[in-house]
């Protein structure tokens, strides 16, 4: 089979498994107050898509984007398990940047990943990462992706090698007709950071970065407390590859504070770190990361700081401050 035939039968696989509603638009239904550098008029407004094989659906209904998960479908695909389902709900909100004008849904990679794509109406692309979604409870988006503006639709295809193997992935499409693929982060780990103390603890930092460029950083001492936690996104200036470190920006947005005492509320609290950070496979299951401008994830700036992938627990109180974080995150968004 030859390689245009072999993208052709991923492009028809892709396409069997998903299923929207498009409208067209034009220039007469173009966004109020549109920037006038932006040239999105020609946006194919996507208002329902459905992930066929996960029963994922995803709509947008007078601005709000929400998401109905088929939890025994997502279940029976064993790509989560029990432990790891983190949501009460079925539909959930989705908290986005900018505002939402077309939406999508599909899977990228070579097994069910199905990930939502949100243009919004400057024409900028939001994406999320529905199983990391699940697994958090976070369902705010990645914000603005880097790179990717004057965007005005989203489809479905495939990525092969000379050799015929391949994946399916999402494409954005601009304006002027060109395609580009969705990048997604390629290191979904947990990684964790130890500090020695004069008083004998042992303090702790727990970096998780989703494949749809969340950060989230916890802090506290290892097997006692967590102290708190930042959320944000981060976005790729230069990739990593296995002889280089790669660049990275990030930017937190929320920041949580945890009590040990059950009746106290976790609220999140509204912050802006930004900053840029060097990230170093080492080989060895350890990582380097040298943040290099504004506040540091761990260490100090310009002082590199070894983070290993672990199985350790990461603090005693985790879960019932992440359970508390999570129902107030539902409370907050999905009113």
């Known amino acids: 089979m030859s390689e245009r035939a072999i993208i052709a039968?991923?492009?028809?696989?892709?396409?069997t498994f998903f299923s929207c509603g498009r409208k067209a638009?034009?220039?007469?239904?173009?966004?109020?107050?549109?920037p006038s550098e932006s040239n999105v008029a020609d946006m194919e407004i996507v208002t329902d898509c459905t992930d066929e094989t996960s029963g994922t659906q995803v709509s947008l209904r007078d601005g709000v984007v929400s998401i109905g998960i088929d939890k025994s479908r997502v279940m029976a695909l064993g790509v989560i398990d029990e432990s790891e389902y983190r949501i009460d709900r079925q539909s959930q909100k989705v908290t986005t940047t900018g505002t939402p004008k077309s939406v999508f849904i599909g899977d990228i990679g070579q097994d069910t990943n199905p990930i939502v794509g949100i243009i919004t109406d400057d024409g900028h692309l939001e994406i999320l990462s529905v199983y990391s979604a699940i697994s958090t409870g976070n369902?705010?988006?990645?914000g603005p992706l880097y790179g990717f503006s004057d965007i005005v639709k989203l489809k479905s295809g495939a990525?092969?090698?000379?050799?015929?193997?391949g994946y399916g992935t999402i494409f954005a499409v601009n304006d002027k007709g060109?395609?580009?693929?969705?990048?997604?982060?390629?290191?979904?780990?947990?990684?964790?950071?130890?500090?020695?103390?004069?008083d004998g603890s042992i303090s702790l930092t727990f970096l998780k970065m989703s494949?749809?460029?969340?950060?989230?950083?916890?802090?506290?001492?290892?097997?006692s407390e967590m102290a708190g936690q930042n959320l944000g996104r981060f976005w790729e200036i230069e990739p990593w590859a296995e002889d280089k470190p790669g660049r990275y920006g990030f930017e937190f947005t929320e920041q949580f504070s945890f009590d040990l005492d059950e009746s106290t509320e976790i609220k999140p609290k509204s912050i802006r770190l930004k900053g840029e950070?060097?990230?170093?496979?080492?080989?060895?299951g350890v990582f380097t990361i040298t943040t290099i401008d504004g506040q540091p994830i761990a260490g100090n700036l310009n002082e590199p700081t070894e983070f290993s992938v672990d199985s350790y627990p990461s603090f005693k109180n985790s879960v019932g401050v992440e359970r508390k974080r999570i129902l107030e995150y539902q409370r907050l968004y999905n009113k």
């Open 25 to 34: 638009s034009n220039a007469k239904n173009a966004p109020q107050g549109q």
């Open 159 to 165: 990525v092969v090698n000379e050799y015929g193997a």
């Open 9 to 15: 039968a991923f492009a028809a696989i892709s396409l």
């Open 178 to 198: 060109e395609e580009k693929e969705i990048p997604l982060w390629d290191f979904c780990g947990d990684l964790y950071h130890f500090d020695g103390n004069n």
């Open 277 to 284: 950070f060097t990230f170093r496979d080492n080989n060895n």
């Open 139 to 142: 369902f705010i988006t990645s």
């Open 211 to 223: 494949q749809d460029w969340r950060i989230a950083v916890s802090y506290g001492w290892f097997e």
